[in-house]
């Protein structure tokens, strides 16, 4: 089975269609925004955060990732439609990593998600949240 038949049978597990409209060019950003909207309004499943993070997993090594847990209310099954998604990355030990490539790849894994991204490292957790949030993180890779 192909990587593309895999996630759409896995779309429709979670309720999807695949829906084809052809829009006038105008509209197009517009049609977008409201299928956006409309996917947020689910909550988020923890094993669709999984599964899409670990499909994804070579394309996010791109950004000098090595490792991703999922924490917080997604990890909890607590998720609502507001949720965000929490997660903890560990970053290749010899990939220089700032501020423009935190937000390039807290991008990306919107972008795969549909979904805001509170994205940390361990080293940027708060100290009297740290041994709390280390202790729930579910590894994903």
């Known amino acids: 089975m192909s990587k ?5 049978r896995e779309r429709r597990k979670r309720g999807l269609v695949d829906v084809t ?3 006038p060019a105008h509209a197009v950003a517009a049609v977008r925004r409201q299928a956006a909207r409309l996917e947020r309004r689910r909550p988020i499943e ?12 070579a394309d996010l090594a791109r ?10 209310s997604v990890a ?19 990939r220089p990593t700032g501020l423009f490539e935190m937000i390039d ?12 991204v509170d994205l940390a490292t361990p080293s940027t957790l708060k100290p009297r949240l740290k041994a709390r949030i280390l202790k729930e993180a ?4």
Do not use: C, H
Not at 63 to 72: C, E
Not at 105 to 116: D, I, N, Q, T, V
């Open 76 to 94: 909890k099954d607590r998720a609502t439609r507001e949720s965000d998604i929490d997660l903890l990355v560990d970053f290749a030990p010899d």
């Open 46 to 57: 923890k094993e669709a955060v999984i599964a899409t993070l670990r499909a994804n997993a």
């Open 138 to 141: 579910q590894r994903v890779f």
């Open 21 to 23: 409209v052809w829009v």
């Open 105 to 116: 790849l807290k991008r990306r894994l919107e972008g795969l998600l549909g979904r805001p």
């Open 63 to 72: 950004f000098g990732v090595v490792g991703l847990a999922l924490y917080g």
């Open 4 to 8: 593309a038949d895999s996630r759409d």
